[in-house]
């Protein structure tokens, strides 16, 4: 009796949360992120409370894909409230790189947040390739393809590879922080050595740890291949927010970095530089 009292409360709780907070939070409206972090919290907070939710289906505001979510996942949660994937100056950034048309390859798909905005970016006739083993992943970002009609993502259940490739030119490769990078990197060497895409990467807080030797060594393996690296940062700029280029650091957050190769940076030098490219690249 008093398990199924608690349930009760704790779902009565949840709704009352997502009535109160959520429009507040969807429209990012000055103090959104206080807020957030007292409703949703990160994903190791308050999981006890939201391992009941229900799903929930919602249009994203930014790509106007509708998204089947589980609010028990902290990720899908997140997305709910905001209407958007999380992170975004990485989202922030791909509107300025992405062009209708480009290929794009996303490893480490998960539930396919950034996949969804890629497909949106670069339109019909653009491709999105996306690589995830994991079969739950691929089955969440499948039915969202089918529910939308989106003709442009193909998802591959293996590791990538550059026999996958062998026939697309991507612009820009997305490592999942999940995913080891230099595995990843020695993977598709010859299409990162025949395209010089621009390269995305992640280490996560779980990788902290060890994440400034990786990083050291990361560096060095991408700079013998032309790469310069930049952590990817988020700068508010009047009522609204811009992404960032600043030196790669550490820091108690997930460390988003962006990789350009020097031909990349020979054509874009100057638009860079006012996103905080340094003047002697």
């Excluded at 949360?17 to 969807?26: D, F, H, M, Q």
């Excluded at 621009?198 to 400034?212: G, Y």
Aim: charged share 25%.
């Amino acid at each position: 009796m008093y398990a199924l009292l608690r349930v009760r409360v704790v779902e009565s709780m949840q709704m009352l949360i997502i009535s109160l907070a959520r429009p507040y939070i969807l429209r990012e409206l000055p103090g959104w992120g206080y807020v957030y972090r007292w409703a949703v919290g990160d994903e190791r907070q308050r999981q006890w409370f939201w391992e009941t939710a229900p799903q929930r289906t919602v249009r994203g505001k930014l790509h106007g894909f509708e998204m089947q979510l589980d609010l028990s996942h902290w990720s899908d949660r997140s997305t709910y409230f905001l209407g958007r994937w999380i992170d975004l100056h990485n989202q922030l950034f791909m509107l300025d790189l992405l062009e209708p048309g480009d290929t794009v390859v996303d490893v480490g798909a998960h539930r396919g947040s950034f996949a969804l905005v890629a497909s949106k970016l670069v339109g019909r006739k653009g491709k999105v390739v996306c690589f995830d083993a994991r079969a739950a992943n691929a089955a969440h970002l499948d039915r969202d393809i089918r529910t939308n009609g989106i003709a442009n993502i193909v998802v591959q259940r293996e590791a990538p590879a550059d026999d996958a490739l062998a026939e697309e030119h991507p612009a820009l490769i997305k490592i999942d922080g999940d995913d080891d990078n230099f595995r990843v990197i020695a993977e598709l060497s010859q299409t990162i050595e025949r395209d010089h895409p621009v390269l995305m990467t992640e280490v996560p807080p779980a990788r902290q740890a060890h994440r400034d030797q990786s990083m050291l060594q990361l560096m060095g393996v991408l700079a013998a291949r032309g790469y310069s690296g930049f952590t990817l940062t988020l700068r508010r700029h009047g009522l609204h927010h811009r992404w960032g280029l600043a030196p790669l650091h550490g820091g108690r957050r997930a460390l988003n970095a962006v990789w350009f190769h020097a031909d990349f940076l020979s054509r874009h030098a100057a638009s860079l530089q006012r996103y905080g490219l340094p003047a002697t690249h």
